[in-house]
């Protein structure tokens, strides 16, 4: 690579697929046929592949490769594959390309490598047939794997029913091979696995040695205990060790320690290594064709007022390139590169972009209804359980259907095609799509008529896998004829359907941000600098938030340096307009189009915006208990870094300080884990250390949750004498105020569990690790936006995973603490990924609202307002005239729940696209048939 920001020429090597990918149809004759067969990387070498083959079920494009085992390319012999592929699509003559690519950014979006416990001889990994790791096991779990989503023993084809999970497997040690951080999503994902192993074998013994449970992130506490709460199901906290393998059996030997019993060793069936994450293999010499720095793991050098940029200008950096990370966090810092080559690059926007154009659409209204059915497989989601070949034969049966195919995923490129090119050839006029739930992929199904010709609402899917095979895997038969009866009652609906519009609203350019924090400012001048002007409302008078309030982070970034130069940006910035002191009264519009009322320094104004950010923040936890606001000894981290900050003498020179941790969460009243408090604490231990090395600091916790590349910094704290006691949640630490000798001090009293016995401890200072609760203003600001709340109070996003900054409520955004509690530089890369989802708003003229909205006959109509009070988003409103008044229905608000549906007492509101024809024809379609 060479060049600089705004202009770089990349060389690439395409590699010869051997495959002419425009004639390939995914047939997989050739794989059939194909003669070579070695270990499939793909599921962990558990089953066999072939030299020709298909790299996944869902591949992109979904055509066939063949790879360096082919005999031909070794040895020029077969070419049994070139002699039975019927499309003539296998070319040995491709030859490896060289192409250029000019660019004006460069993400790097590496992703990781799974830690390889072959390193350690002692994890018995590759020497013991049933020991498996992470990896094996989710191939093992799913549909698509070695066995057909079977979790079976490689050693005997057997079923395990006693397995065990050993977390922190190249993660969390010293040992050379290993890893010293914490990867962050280990304890999740074997608790995943675990409840889907018990969906499996309801039976199964699950257990889990561990050593902290780090359910850190957004609704995982929860997701904790709902995995601990399974019959059969132990969470061990003890260091396991696998001692040997039982030659008879292959079952595998653990030993383990536990306060009670000592050691101990247990036999299991099977033993599952929850490995860690590595950087991406060959980052050596990436880094330095990129000419970016690395940290000293091997991962991207952070910036933490930027954890995106790298140390070379214009190229950028998402997912866990940027260290160990979860799925929601990937999403929004790689929506957030996105935001950052926006502003790099915003003065080429739209010079190449090409607008889709369709075919023009037949009006099919008046002709007789000729369905097409697609039932699909979805690997083996649905096929596993449903007998998809007898379903299509019993579709064909139905009245109306002309077309009816079986299809392996009718969501991948080439199935999607196949569909419009049936509904061409066949002169479909309808179409079912028998698959998962239309909330994932209608729209997608949706355009594959469009590409057809045909209204895109003639549409319609029958989810024969959250409603079917997923809830009935052990009743095949039953669960075949629920499909039969789901299809026939879509297909009765679709006789029925309407051809709906859709139209196009205008976009006005400006957008909102509320909260004028570092996440707030942050996004506010990110979507300024790709051109739109931004209005941002700070519920105070000045901006700064909860930041105003830190001083440093782990990493050393000096926040209030930090956040001077923000605030300043911000102020200088001619398209940030910022409102102090402001509190929003009313909010009116929808997508694209929004008005807002503020009030604001002793006048009102109105905003007209396009779309909205809430980055409003969060509360610190004012404690009740721990003699919090009686003994002024007794303070909260806040107070404690404030002092540390400003290096009060009668704190720093203090003999003993205990930090005691989840006060105010992880309990019935806020059932979560606030995320920072671990490493707040040890934050404030080192720098409390750094200042008086004498000090006694002990940190009390229940799980020490210094995830990611924190966790260098526990063991640093560790290494620097201070002490680390564990608590169990039904016994907390005591804390009293005594004299001692004559001195008043502050007596924590807490149990031991390694020493098996209660401690007292003397301190001098308390602090106490409290929780984040939502934000004063947070049901307030839900109810203006109208946006959901999660079940602890904070903003609820449109899709845990998927959608991290969006809401359901199109045109919302979010990030930051409202979202959920997090570091900065966490809070930073989710500000970007909101102002890059505002931008993808924003850069279009126009939206397009759905035609699946409620509609009124005025005739029938009493004008009572009962469809008004039901109505969420305030889509309806009464018309008067003279002689009466009738309710009308405002499509662009109409979001198509169908609850004014249901409230009219007199019919006269009905829901386009779920109209009671409809609906009563598909009930009629499964009652007639029983």
């Known amino acids: 690579m060479e060049g600089e920001a705004g202009d770089f020429k990349v060389t690439l090597t395409k590699k010869p697929r051997y495959i002419i990918e425009d004639k390939c149809t995914g047939c997989t004759t050739c794989v059939t046929y194909c003669p070579v067969q070695y270990p499939d990387p793909f599921n962990q070498n558990i089953s066999q592949n072939k030299a020709v083959h298909i790299y996944y079920s869902q591949a992109v494009p979904l055509v066939a490769y063949i790879d360096d085992s082919c005999l031909y390319l070794k040895e020029k012999k077969c070419l049994i594959c070139q002699n039975v592929c019927q499309a003539d699509a296998i070319d040995f003559k491709q030859k490896p390309e060289k192409v250029e690519v000019n660019v004006g950014a460069v993400i790097l979006a590496l992703g990781l490598e799974p830690f390889d416990p072959r390193v350690k001889a002692e994890y018995g990994y590759g020497k013991m047939a049933n020991v ?70 309801a039976a199964a013994e699950c257990t889990i040695f561990h050593n902290d449970i780090r359910s850190h992130g957004k609704d995982f506490e929860r997701y904790f205990q709902r995995t601990e709460q399974l019959p059969g199901t132990r969470f061990v906290r003890s260091y396991a060790s696998i001692v040997r393998e039982i030659p008879e059996t292959k079952n595998v030997v653990v030993r383990y320690a536990t306060p009670d019993e000592g050691v101990k060793e247990e036999e299991f069936d099977m033993v599952v290594l929850s490995v860690g994450l590595n950087p991406p293999s060959g980052i050596a010499g990436l880094s330095g064709t990129f000419d970016i720095e690395l940290n000293s793991h091997g991962f991207c050098k952070a910036i933490s007022s930027n954890p995106m940029a790298t140390s070379r200008p214009g190229i950028f950096v998402s997912g866990a390139f940027q260290g160990p990370t979860d799925i929601p966090e990937s999403v929004f810092s790689a929506s957030g590169a996105g935001a950052q080559c926006g ?183 990110s979507i300024a600098a790709q051109g739109h002007e931004v209005q941002l409302i700070e519920k105070e008078k000045n901006l700064g938030g909860m930041a105003r309030r830190i001083y440093y982070t782990l990493e050393g970034l000096d926040v209030q340096g930090y956040l001077k130069d923000l605030i300043r940006a911000v102020y200088q910035n001619p398209l940030v307009h910022v409102s102090h002191d402001a509190v929003i009264t009313d909010v009116s519009g929808y997508i694209g189009n929004f008005v807002t009322t503020v009030e604001t320094e002793g006048r009102v104004k109105t905003i007209e915006h396009g779309a909205a950010v809430i980055a409003i923040g969060a509360d610190p936890y004012q404690p009740t208990e721990f003699l919090y606001g009686e003994d002024e000894r007794v ?126 401890i003397d301190a001098d200072y308390i602090s106490l690790a409290t929780a984040i609760v939502p934000a004063a203003s947070t049901d307030a600001i839900a109810g203006l936006f109208k946006v959901t709340l999660s079940p602890d109070g904070f903003f609820k996003e449109a899709h845990a995973k998927l959608k991290p900054v969006e809401f359901a409520a199109d045109g919302v955004y979010l990030c930051g603490m409202a979202h959920y509690p997090k570091y900065i530089p966490e809070a930073i890369n989710q500000a970007y990924g909101a102002a890059g989802r505002v931008l993808t708003l924003l850069s279009h003229n126009t939206v397009t609202a759905s035609g699946a909205v409620a509609k009124v006959n005025e005739k029938r109509c009493m004008g ?67």
């Open 864 to 930: 009572c307002g009962a469809c008004i009070a039901a109505c969420t988003y305030g889509a309806i409103e009464f018309r008067e005239t003279k002689r009466d008044r009738k309710a009308v229905v405002n499509p662009v608000l109409c979001k198509g729940d169908g609850l004014c549906n249901v409230k009219c007492p007199t019919g006269a509101i009905a829901l386009q696209h779920f109209t009671d024809t409809e609906i009563a024809c598909q009930i009629d379609a499964l009652v007639s048939e029983k």
């Open 132 to 201: 498996v790791t992470s990896m094996d096991y989710e191939r093992l779990m799913c549909a698509t794997g070695p066995y057909g989503g079977e979790i079976l023993r490689t050693s005997d084809g057997k079923h395990p029913h006693k397995i065990a999970w050993i977390q922190c497997v190249g993660s969390r040690r010293v040992t050379p091979g290993e890893n010293s951080y914490c990867s962050g999503v280990c304890c999740t994902y074997t608790q995943k696995q675990v409840i889907l192993t018990k969906d499996h074998d």
């Open 635 to 760: 303070l909260t981290h806040l107070e404690l870094e404030d002092r540390i900050a400003k290096k009060e003498e009668k704190l720093v020179n203090a003999g003993s300080l205990v930090m005691i941790q989840c006060v105010g969460c992880r309990n019935e009243d806020r059932n979560y884990c606030s995320r920072i408090c671990c490493g707040q604490s040890v934050k404030h231990a080192l720098k409390l250390k750094e200042i008086n090395p004498e000090m006694d600091i002990h940190i009390l916790f229940r799980d020490m949750r210094t995830y990611g590349l924190r966790e260098d910094f526990y063991r640093e704290a560790s290494a620097k004498n201070v002490k680390f006691i564990r608590y169990e949640p039904d016994d907390k630490p005591q804390l009293e105020a005594v004299v001692e000798e004559g001195r008043p001090v502050l007596r924590v009293t807490a149990t031991d569990y390694i020493l098996g016995h209660k401690l007292a």
């Open 343 to 525: 502003e790099l690059l915003n003065y080429r926007r739209g010079k190449l972009t090409r607008e889709r154009v369709y075919p023009p659409e037949k009006d099919v209204s008046k002709e007789e209804p000729r369905i097409g059915v697609f039932v699909c497989h979805c690997g083996a989601n649905i096929s596993s359980v449903v007998n998809v070949p007898s379903t299509v034969d019993y579709v064909l049966t139905l009245p109306n259907v002309v077309y009816a195919q079986e299809q392996l995923f009718s969501c991948a490129t080439n199935s999607a095609r196949e569909i419009t090119d049936m509904a061409k050839e066949k002169g479909l006029n309808r179409v079912v799509i028998a698959a998962c739930s239309p909330r994932t992929l209608e729209p997608l199904f949706r355009d594959t008529l469009r590409e057809a010709g045909i209204n895109q609402y003639y549409c319609e899917m029958a989810n024969i896998r959250e409603h079917n095979s997923w809830v009935h895997s052990k009743e095949k038969e039953a669960a075949t004829q629920k499909a039969r009866d789901l299809i026939r009652m879509s297909v009765a609906r679709a006789r029925h359907l309407e051809p709906l519009q859709e139209f196009d609203l205008t976009v006005n350019k400006t957008a909102l941000v509320v909260g004028g924090g570092i996440a707030g400012m942050t996004s506010a001048l």
